[in-house]
């Protein structure tokens, strides 16, 4: 037999991959845990039955959003509930405990829910809502020849000066 001994991907251990990802999202340590027989834990079995079939593609999209709601609710318990933190007298022996919040956890937590408000902005978007003010066109580039150079007596006539050196100032303001 060429290659090594591919077990067929049964009811239960497509079960047991997908509660395992529900549990934690990563899609490598369930197909592991659903298949301790293989060394590389069937990863490309499981993928490739997710690509072919819709229905099981369903079930995992549905296992990593079961997961990244227990990560949204583990967010809000250490950020907004806080985690009981042991605190020792100096003898080492447990006296209490003191509530510990997250500042960081909350300000993701707040990023993700409110990003409007929140969430950092990227160059990208920071150039997206900038608005840059330019001057309307003025149309001289449809003169004629005969036109522009008409033009350029007068602005000389008028301003004095060269219109080459009107035209580098106008452009250095």
Same mark, same amino acid.
């Given at each position: 037999?060429?290659?090594?001994?591919?077990?067929?991907?049964?009811?239960?251990?497509?079960?047991?991959?997908?509660?395992?990802?529900?549990?934690?999202?990563?899609?490598?340590?369930?197909?592991?845990?659903?298949?301790?027989?293989?060394?590389?834990?069937?990863?490309?079995?499981?993928?490739?039955?997710?690509?072919?079939?819709?229905?099981?593609?369903?079930?995992?999209? #549905?296992?990593?959003?079961?997961? $990244?709601?227990?990560? /949204?609710? +583990? !967010?809000? %318990?250490?950020?907004? =509930?806080?985690? &009981?933190?042991?605190?020792?007298?100096?003898?080492?022996?447990?006296?209490?405990?003191?509530?510990?919040?997250?500042?960081?956890?909350?300000?993701?937590?707040?990023?993700?829910?409110?990003?409007?408000?929140?969430?950092?902005?990227?160059?990208?978007?920071?150039?997206?809502?900038?608005?840059?003010?330019?001057?309307?066109?003025?149309?001289?580039?449809?003169?004629?020849? #005969?036109?522009?150079?008409?033009? $350029?007596?007068?602005? /000389?006539? +008028? !301003?004095? %000066?060269?219109?080459? =050196?009107?035209? &580098?100032?106008?452009?250095?303001?």
């Amino acid at each position: 037999m060429d290659g090594p001994r591919r077990l067929p991907l049964t009811a239960k251990r497509r079960e047991l991959f997908l509660a395992e990802l529900s549990r934690h999202g990563v899609f490598a340590r369930a197909a592991r845990a659903a298949s301790p027989h293989s060394k590389t834990g069937a990863i490309y079995s499981f993928r490739d039955l997710r690509d072919r079939e819709a229905e099981f593609a369903a079930q995992v999209e #549905e296992a990593m959003e079961h997961a $990244r709601a227990e990560v /949204e609710m +583990e !967010l809000h %318990r250490r950020s907004v =509930e806080g985690i &009981d933190e042991p605190v020792y007298g100096t003898n080492g022996v447990q006296i209490g405990s003191r509530k510990r919040y997250s500042d960081k956890l909350l300000a993701l937590r707040a990023q993700s829910m409110m990003p409007e408000r929140y969430a950092s902005r990227t160059v990208a978007q920071i150039e997206q809502t900038t608005t840059i003010k330019t001057r309307p066109s003025l149309g001289l580039d449809e003169l004629s020849p #005969e036109s522009r150079a008409d033009l $350029r007596r007068i602005l /000389e006539r +008028e !301003l004095g %000066r060269d219109a080459d =050196e009107v035209g &580098d100032a106008e452009a250095k303001s």
